[in-house]
Structures are given as C-alpha cells and as structure tokens.
C-alpha cells in the first residue's frame, strides 16, 4: 500500500519561509510526477507546483519566483521550499505522486500566513 505523508507547514507571518516535504512509502515501480496542491476552504483543490521524473518543473502564477519544488528519489520525499509567503498562501497543501495507472494523496499539510 502506498502512503504519502507531507509535513512542514505550520504558521508564518507574511515574508516568512516554509520548507515542505512529503515521504512516498510503499511499493512503488516508478515514479512519473510529484506535484502540490493547495486548497482553501469551499474552493477546489489548485496546483501550486509540478516536477516530472526528469526534474522537469512548472509552478502556479502566483508562486513563481517565490515556491521551488525539488524531489530526492533516493528518500522518496518531494519538497516545497515556500519563500516571501504571503496571507493568501494560506490553505491545506496536498502533496500528489503519479505513477503508472495510478495517483496518489496525501492528508494534508495546513499553513497559514498572518499579515
């Protein structure tokens, strides 16, 4: 059974930093892509950023240049490093892996930024 568990997130005030992380355990062949997502509440769950198996990277518009997303494939874990945040990073951040046939999520990590 696979299992993700994100850890990391906490509160802030705005301009300060957080460093997600979500360990993939399991039996997994391969992994294709790691993302994270954000969702607030009553609003649909939103990429914030992607990174392929080639270390391929995209990111949500209003992150770029302040979130950066890496992955350690020898501990299984994908990270966001989460700079100069803002009061509307706040939310729940799901870590995602895509494998083969399949997806999976986390629980959710919460962070919330105070102006």
């Known amino acids: 059974q696979v299992q993700l568990v994100e850890s990391g997130g906490g509160s802030v005030q705005a301009g300060g930093s957080l460093r997600l992380s979500c360990l993939v355990s399991g039996s997994i062949a391969s992994i294709n892509s790691m993302a994270w997502y954000r969702q607030d509440p009553g609003k649909q769950r939103e990429q914030v950023a992607h990174i392929t198996n080639r270390d391929a990277t995209t990111y949500g518009d209003s992150v770029k240049g302040r979130f950066t997303i890496s992955r350690n494939d020898a501990k299984n874990t994908v990270y966001l490093q989460m700079n100069d945040l803002k009061p509307e990073d706040t939310g729940v951040y799901y870590c995602?892996?895509?494998?083969?046939?399949?997806?999976?999520w986390g629980q959710g990590t919460p962070v919330t930024v105070s102006s």
């Open positions: 995602k892996v895509v494998v083969p046939g399949a997806a999976y």
